[in-house]
């Protein structure tokens, strides 16, 4: 298969659960090299669950010359600076296209960036303009377009449209089984790369249910992290994770983390309003 010349970076077994976003990213992977034709995707769903993650593997797999940005970086207040930046990132991935490789374009915070222009009055509609333009410029290349947000419905609807960011896929919480399997996986991984001393009395089924839709697994991720860090004596000795201090930092973390997914929430709801009104289907 042109361009799948897979570097192994990651491979896809490094993605807990979210079987249906991974499925459908690599069904669109395989479109586009196939095709050579240009596929625009939209990743949505709560912060912290593996959007970014999963782009990132889907290129390393399918060897996707990856371009990765944030609406904050290509965002500037100085006029025609962040056209230039939309503009500039599409002709960068034409050019490496146009060497038969396929490539990935990723916006994070996409919404900042393509705000829904009727409740964004004061901004100046010239930069989704020029990212319509540009999508429309790269039709004909191996290239994916893909923006990643927290908030669908706040995201301009000229670029959600068919033919242009039409493939909405949404990645939301791990199941039950995966919380299991992601506290297992960075647990070992501190006690591997860290030298963590994880207690015997550590229980992983207990940790995933006190955890479940409460915590992302980014959050996970950092809660090991942190506790291999800061149980490690001056010395560099490593002190025990033991169960307990791990349920209090998930206490802790939920509570701060609880206003985001809240709010979070809330935009699900809009989002689903806007869905029935545009007449559209998730992935």
């Given at each position: ?42 990743l ?32 500037s ?45 004061d ?15 790269s ?62 009395d ?7 249910d ?13 809660i ?39 709010e ?20």
């Amino acid at each position: 298969m042109k361009g799948q010349q897979p570097q192994n970076k990651f491979s896809l077994s490094d993605i807990i659960g979210l079987e249906e976003a991974k499925d459908t990213l690599e069904l669109l992977a395989k479109k586009c090299i196939d095709k050579e034709c240009r596929v625009g995707i939209l990743l949505w769903g709560p912060p912290g669950c593996g959007k970014s993650f999963l782009i990132e593997v889907i290129a390393s797999v399918y060897d996707f010359e990856i371009i990765l940005d944030t609406s904050s970086n290509l965002t500037s207040r100085y006029v025609g600076e962040s056209e230039k930046a939309v503009q500039t990132m599409f002709d960068r991935a034409e050019s490496i296209a146009q060497t038969g490789k396929p490539v990935v374009i990723f916006i994070d915070e996409a919404e900042s960036l393509l705000p829904c222009r009727e409740s964004t009055p004061d901004y100046k509609s010239d930069v989704v303009n020029v990212f319509l333009i540009s999508m429309s410029k790269s039709s004909e290349y191996p290239i994916m377009v893909v923006l990643a947000t927290n908030h669908r419905d706040k995201m301009d609807t000229t670029v959600l449209r068919d033919g242009r960011i039409n493939n909405h896929i949404f990645v939301g919480f791990p199941k039950i089984e995966d919380y299991k399997l992601l506290w297992k996986m960075y647990l070992d991984k501190i006690a591997i790369e860290d030298g963590a001393k994880i207690s015997n009395d550590v229980a992983i089924d207990e940790l995933a249910d006190l955890s479940y839709q409460k915590l992302t697994p980014v959050s996970i991720k950092a809660i090991c992290e942190e506790l291999a860090m800061v149980t490690q004596s001056k010395s560099g000795k490593q002190g025990k994770i033991e169960h307990d201090r791990l349920v209090d930092a998930i206490s802790k973390r939920a509570h701060r983390i609880g206003n985001e997914l809240d709010e979070f929430k809330e935009t699900l709801v809009a989002s689903a309003r806007q869905s029935d009104m545009n007449g559209d289907d998730d992935l």
